[in-house]
């Protein structure tokens, strides 16, 4: 008899847990922070909600309607009185009460971001930097790994844009190589390293030109090229997404007399970087990155005489 108690009692405590799992439909950030008053969260791939944009000074509450609806809104009160927006992750609780405390927004800025993570009931937010640079890695590109492993210095470069400072924007040739490890994959690394800074993709093996979302960190999840090709990939870090395109080849063409491949007729290009993202005078010999003076950035080759 003692012990169906004991089996009883661990159930009552576990049973909390199971019928206040959240499965949220969708969230929205309300309060006097939140400058067109009311912002429908993103919902992520992996369940949890994002928010990105400018913020005053003031109250963000996130509430489980697009509109308050007394006796049917659910708000996520911070379990702590006086509760940052920006924080490393704090518990939050349910709550119908519509006049209790919000997260605090002590300043105003453009970049804020924080995400709801209805698995383990906490709130995390940050101001949002851009990052210095951006890399590609993996064996999808010429000696980016061989049959043992990627190699780390030999990743390439994205281009910052010089108006959006969260975007960057790579061009060159990928695809499916041979004696190579994990033929065709690569990830996105923000220095020329294995972490802290990653992107992933949510699903491993998700075809490049398919993809939409970036994932910070997470799972050692790759992208995978499923054909063979010049590509641009574009990133936008604060919206987190990414977007990629096989360049046509028609749209390519060689000038022998620059020994240098182009994708416009302008031949001045307004800025030129090697591998390392320094800015050079003019194109070196072998790999170079050009922002044109239309705005278009590619990748390009200056042959040795």
Known sequence: MKKILIIIFLA???????????DFSALWATGSAVPNGTQQLVKRPDGNYCFTGALNVGEVKVMTTAIYQEGVTQFLKPQLVDSYLINKGLTYVLTKDETQAGWVVSFQEDTYRFVVDPSSKKLQGELFLPW??????????QNG????????????????????????TWEGELGIYDNVIEPGYFKLEGQMTWGPRELHPYQHGEDILNAQQICFGGND?????????????????????IHAELIPASSQKIDETLGIDITTDDHTPSSVYNLSGMKQISPSPG???????????????????
Do not use: C
């Open 132 to 141: 210095n640079e951006l890399l590609i890695a993996g064996s999808a590109f």
């Open 221 to 241: 999840n790759k992208w995978k090229v499923s054909k063979d090709g010049r590509y641009r990939i574009t990133v936008n870090l604060y919206k987190e997404t």
């Open 12 to 22: 009552t405590l576990l049973l909390p847990v199971t019928i206040n799992a959240q």
């Open 145 to 168: 790994s061989d049959n043992i492993e990627w190699k780390r210095d030999n990743m390439l470069p994205f281009v910052r844009n010089h108006e959006d400072p969260y975007i960057f």
């Open 287 to 305: 790999l170079n990155i050009i922002r044109r003076s239309d705005g278009r950035i590619i990748k390009v080759v200056k042959r040795k005489i």
